[in-house]
């Protein structure tokens, strides 16, 4: 019973200090220039810092910020990505033969100050994560009274294993954010659903496989493949 006991404290003293260990080493990374994922150049510690900061690893939380331009030239890995504080349209770009592995969430925030703000994930390279969320909530508009929200893969490999998260906000008395997501090329396989959610009857929420000469595929693999908003407008479009 004794030594059953010690047992069992050193085993709950060693997964203590494992989360010790990743907690004290988990970091924030804010991108501050166009460039590569695994270039001290691109990153800070701080959103609008002093670049100079280690480049984002697995456990990191990363934000790419102010319009930026990051790529990926070797497999990298990092807990979530947030696209936020958008003046320019962002893209992030994972070159062929590399993965980029997030554990959580790639979420779009809402680019307050551009009525048609686009996010764009490209390159001949693939992208893992457990969720996508486009659209945030709640939502917190300058001065537009109608805005898109849109995300354009044409990356060649987009692997989704949980929800796509389609949110369109709005804001009395008439300010709206409808959210679009552009499956413009490339193979995008969502293991969970698709979830559109629209706030008010005047949102629209779109999925669409119609964005120029479009060449995608879209994999739905989960039990419920759609879940869309019961107000509003929804419109799939398959090619």
Do not use: H
């Not at 080493?25 to 460039?35: I, K």
């Not at 800070?44 to 319009?67: K, L, M, Q, R, W």
């Not at 698709?194 to 989960?222: F, K, P, R, Y």
């Amino acid at each position: 019973m004794i030594k059953l006991n010690l047992t069992c404290k050193a085993f709950f003293l060693a997964v203590v200090l494992s989360f010790s260990v990743f907690s004290a080493y988990a970091a924030n990374r804010f991108s501050v220039a166009n460039g590569n994922w695994n270039s001290t150049a691109t990153w800070s510690a701080t959103t609008g810092g002093t670049p100079g900061a280690s480049f984002p690893v697995a456990g990191d939380v990363v934000y790419i910020e102010n319009g930026n331009t990051i790529t990926v030239t070797a497999n990298a890995a990092c807990t979530s990505i947030t696209f936020s504080d958008q003046l320019t349209d962002p893209t992030l770009t994972v070159n062929a033969t590399f993965t980029l592995t997030v554990s959580g969430t790639v979420a779009i925030n809402e680019f307050e100050l551009s009525p048609t703000g686009a996010c764009t994930i490209s390159g001949g390279g693939s992208l893992v994560c457990t969720n996508v969320i486009l659209g945030q909530t709640p939502f917190n508009p300058s001065a537009k009274l109608t805005a898109n929200q849109s995300l354009t893969s044409t990356i060649a490999s987009f692997n989704i294993s949980g929800n796509l998260n389609i949110l369109s906000p709005f804001k009395n008395p008439n300010r709206f954010r409808n959210a679009v997501f552009n499956i413009a090329s490339g193979t995008i396989t969502v293991g969970g659903t698709v979830i559109t959610t629209n706030e008010d009857a005047g949102n629209v929420s779109t999925l669409t496989m119609a964005t120029g000469a479009q060449t995608g595929t879209l994999i739905l693999s989960g039990a419920t493949p759609f879940s869309l908003s019961a107000i509003g407008t929804n419109i799939i479009t398959l090619n």
